[in-house]
């Protein structure tokens, strides 16, 4: 794979689970780990970073693999993993170039880590190599988030610079903060994305970081997000309201589609 061709890495990377903060809480835990007991194991965790769900369900007992294309997350996740005594088998490498020894009754994509795959023609691969790596009956289940929710335009908008997360790093105490910034193509349902990250002492930025990606994230309609499953050769298709069991409506700005091999 293109080592380069990645979006988390240096600070991206370092300061993610700082800014992050605690997630012991997000809904999306229990639905896919409800998801996993269900439809089976073992599970594959794609896009699994610095092993926000994959650690958790590891130690559960669960019998998860886990997969990313940035070299630094996985690296934290190795370490996160050594100081909680658990070996996780994790594979570097991109969601459209899957290839991993072991087929799974379960794949989940969280965080709507699939729309970092912007190029329509990877997209499909991406979704044609999930399938072939889930057993017959195996399922697969992602989330998708509609990233712009104003009117449908030909235009090209760029967004305010808007502070999403501040934390004080433990080892130092200096203020870590992320800013970001958007610019959204509404024909092309493409993200551009800046995000700036300050380091703070006593008030004074000690050091900034800016990091572009142009483009960073494609969006997809429910309509556009099933017929990528339909074309890979999915069935049983069904389309749920964020991380719930409750059928999506048009009005939902984030759902999960969750679909099987025959």
Not at 113 to 121: I, R
Not at 181 to 205: A, F, M, N
Not at 238 to 260: G, M, Y
Request: glycine share 6%; charged share 25%.
């Amino acid at each position: 794979m293109d080592s380069e061709n990645y979006e988390y890495r240096e600070f991206l990377a370092s300061a993610w689970d700082l800014l992050r903060g605690d997630t012991s809480d997000w809904s999306d835990r229990p639905f896919y780990r409800n998801i996993i007991l269900h439809s089976g194991q073992p599970a594959l965790d794609i896009g699994c970073g610095t092993g926000r769900l994959l650690l958790d369900y590891l130690a559960d007992g669960i019998d998860i693999d886990g997969v990313d294309n940035s070299p630094e997350m996985l690296a934290i996740c190795r370490e996160k993993a050594q100081k909680r005594g658990l070996h996780p088998t994790l594979f570097h490498q991109s969601m459209e170039a899957l290839a991993v020894p072991r087929r799974y009754r379960t794949i989940i994509v969280p965080s709507s880590s699939f729309q970092l795959v912007t190029d329509p023609n990877a997209a499909t691969q991406a979704v044609s190599s999930f399938f072939h790596h889930l057993e017959p009956g195996g399922v697969l289940v992602m989330p998708f988030m509609i990233l712009w929710q104003g009117p449908v335009t030909d235009q090209i908008v760029t967004g305010e610079w808007e502070l999403i997360a501040e934390q004080v790093r433990p080892e130092d105490g200096v203020l870590i903060r992320r800013w970001t910034r958007s610019t959204y193509h509404l024909p092309q349902q493409l993200e551009d994305t800046e995000d700036r990250y300050e380091v703070v002492r006593e008030g004074k930025i000690i050091a900034s970081e800016l990091y572009t990606r142009s483009p960073a994230t494609r969006w997809y309609t429910q309509e556009q997000a099933i017929h990528l499953y339909d074309e890979a050769g999915f069935t049983n298709i069904r389309i749920v309201s964020e991380f719930s069991q409750v059928p999506a409506s048009q009005e939902d700005t984030i759902f999960s589609i969750l679909a099987a091999r025959p």
